[in-house]
């Protein structure tokens, strides 16, 4: 019997480069993930919760030791707490305009916290709850619990 002799045309190079650079590409997706370098760092972040009564802020002080996860096991310490006035957004049809108006009773509360983090060129983790500006976040301490969302970090 004659062996058959393979053949190669201009497309099997082509198929073969693509399947190549496609290779090529989630390599480079996928070994930073695998060999992610991270530092532990202490880091400050800012939550911001809103539209809260005045005795939620009031049980807020700084020292506390926070939770920020849902698991309970991250957690970190209350650096700062601010208040403002709530507002919302308010539609006025006579005018046809839209402006932000206070709402009686009620305050916007800004929690800095410091957690012990894992930094990677991907992320900032307390644990293995993620810091993200915009993220929400869970923040329980002793006589309140609420969720907010990270509006900065300060590493």
Do not use: H
Request: aromatic share 6%; proline share 2%.
């Amino acid at each position: 019997m004659a062996e058959k002799k393979i053949k190669f045309t201009v497309i099997d190079v082509i198929i073969v480069l693509v399947v190549l650079i496609a290779l090529g590409i989630g390599a480079v997706k996928v070994f930073p993930r695998l060999f992610n370098n991270s530092k532990n760092e202490k880091v400050d972040f800012t939550v911001m919760i809103q539209n809260k009564d005045a005795d939620f802020a009031d049980a807020i002080t700084v020292g506390d030791s926070v939770t920020i996860s849902l698991t309970e096991k991250d957690g970190g310490i209350v650096k700062a707490v601010k208040t403002e006035p709530a507002k919302t957004m308010a539609y006025n049809s006579i005018d046809n305009t839209y402006s932000n108006e206070v709402i009686d009773g009620k305050t916007d509360v800004y929690i800095t916290i410091e957690a012990d983090t894992a930094v990677s060129d991907l992320a900032v983790k307390a644990g293995g709850t993620a810091v993200k500006v915009g993220s929400e976040i869970p923040v329980r301490g002793k006589g309140y619990a609420s969720m907010g969302y990270v509006i900065e970090i300060n590493d």
